[in-house]
């Protein structure tokens, strides 16, 4: 079946480098080669590297200082102008770069035309990538230090709290609440060991290395670099402008701390139900029902939860992207902004309201002292009290379960069983079992390094403040 051709509107913006096409995009297809809806976010980045590639072309005598000068006062306005939303950018310009060539060579004539000598936008965009990386790494490692000091803080108010740990998310042993709570300072710290490892590999600088071998111009690497606060530069220009595993990297750290967060959120969500009734949330994180007058629902913890989907899935896209590229540069990679930028905006909305829920968020001690002694959290206790008396600790497993099995029949605590019960499941136990029982007393007697007691939780706690400052 004959289908209409769609009007294809050809371009009017001339682009400075169509020498070589004698046929201009229609609007589809520049559409489609356009990347200014996400490359805009680096126009800050592109600018700054033009600045130090500029200086570093007039040390090396390869433009004048004249030129120089019109450059710099070209950029800066143009800074200005985009800051103040006033740089038009048609998308036939395709990117950023482009757009910001244009404006410079529109503003300050030939002189513009020299700021891209011995680059090419395949080294640029490398470099504006690193430069928003590095940007990236160091504001969430901020926001996740303050998520830390603020769960360092509520586990220091926690005081001596007991609360149930949980596994399989039934009732396991009891530990103080603190000690929970800095679990997830733990997992956050990994978070940002990983940024600071993936900011390593970050932290190189590819200019230089043009399209795909570099130049015959005589350029001034480590100069560029060291102007940009650069560690190093890349060694080889293929892998330099092809090279897009610092942004999977920082995807993948982005998308390990949304899946902690995620973690963090769910547990919070259950602990906050009637049912738990552990925590309460502060009105302003929740939202309430358009049907229901009573609903407290903890919709911000859920979408910070449903935020790792947002970040496992761009950090997919990514290694997707990635996957089987032909050495070097290919256009693909011109999308990987639309995965990395996603991903780190996405933790980057959930970090930035976490330290608040955390901040604001009381523990119940009044409901979770009540149900304390549900589910004989002393249970692993007494089986090691038993052991400490020359039992086999597989054979007091099994007296122990057999006094819970009774317990339960009862309707009581193990604890609220008579001595002479206890006695009779094993003649070892003695009127001491009576410190070793009951969730308070079981907290005060874990002996070894990082457990759930108060010294570890005080050690912890030392330790955490010191390095959070
Ligand atoms: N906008 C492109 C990107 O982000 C850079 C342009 C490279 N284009 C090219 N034809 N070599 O990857």
């Given at each position: 079946m004959a289908t209409k051709k769609a009007k294809k509107t050809p371009s009017k913006v001339k682009k400075s480098w169509h020498g070589r096409l004698t046929a201009e995009a229609d609007a589809e297809t520049a559409a489609l080669l356009t990347s200014l809806d996400v490359d805009q976010t680096l126009w800050r980045y592109d600018i700054v590297a033009s600045l130090a590639h500029a200086q570093m072309l007039c040390e090396q005598k390869l433009i004048t200082r004249a030129d120089l000068t019109k450059i710099k006062s070209g950029l800066r306005a143009i800074a200005g102008k985009i800051e103040a939303g006033g740089l038009t950018m048609p998308?036939?310009?395709?990117d950023i770069h482009m757009v910001i060539e244009k404006a410079l060579i529109d503003r300050v004539g030939a002189a513009g035309g020299k700021?891209?000598?011995?680059?090419?936008r395949n080294d640029q965009v490398a470099l504006d990538l690193r430069l928003w990386a590095r940007d990236a790494v160091d504001n969430s490692t901020d926001a996740v230090a303050a998520l830390q000091r603020a769960l360092v803080d509520l586990a220091e108010r926690c005081g001596d709290l007991v609360i149930p740990a949980y596994t399989h998310l039934q009732r396991a042993q009891p530990i103080l609440a603190g000690h929970n709570l800095l679990a997830y300072v733990e997992m956050l710290q990994r978070d940002v060991d990983r940024l600071a490892d993936a900011r390593k590999r970050i932290n190189v600088c590819p200019l230089g290395s043009g399209a795909v071998a570099g130049t015959s111009l005589p350029l001034d690497r480590q100069r560029t670099a060291k102007l940009l606060g650069f560690k190093t530069i890349t060694r080889n220009s293929i892998d330099a402008t092809s090279d897009r595993d610092f942004l999977a990297e920082l995807c993948f750290a982005c998308a390990m701390l949304a899946v902690h967060l995620s973690r963090w959120a769910e547990d919070w969500i259950i602990y906050s139900t009637a049912e738990f009734g552990m925590i309460e949330l502060h009105d302003a994180y929740c939202t309430s029902s358009s049907m229901m007058p009573q609903k407290k629902n903890a919709d911000t913890l859920e979408l910070i939860r449903a935020k790792s989907a947002m970040a496992i899935a761009q950090l997919t896209g990514m290694l997707t992207l990635l996957k089987g590229l032909p050495l070097a540069y290919n256009r693909d990679l011109q999308d990987d902004k639309r995965f990395a930028f996603a991903t780190v905006q996405a933790t980057t909305r959930a970090l930035a309201v976490a330290a608040g829920v955390v901040s604001t968020t009381k523990f119940n001690p009044d409901r979770i002292t009540a149900d304390l002694d549900k589910g004989h959290l002393d249970a692993t206790a007494l089986a090691e009290y038993i052991t400490t008396k020359g039992t086999p600790f597989r054979t007091a497993h099994q007296i122990v379960a057999k006094l819970v099995v009774r317990a339960d029949a009862a309707g009581k605590t193990l604890a609220e069983l008579p001595l002479a019960t206890l006695q009779a499941a094993c003649r070892k136990i003695g009127p001491d079992v009576r410190r070793h029982l009951g969730a308070a007393n079981v907290v005060k007697r874990y002996a070894t390094q990082g457990a759930a007691g108060k010294k570890q939780l005080l050690k912890q706690l030392e330790f955490w403040k010191k390095k959070l400052g």
């Open positions: 998308i036939e310009l395709e700021l891209h000598t011995g680059r090419s």
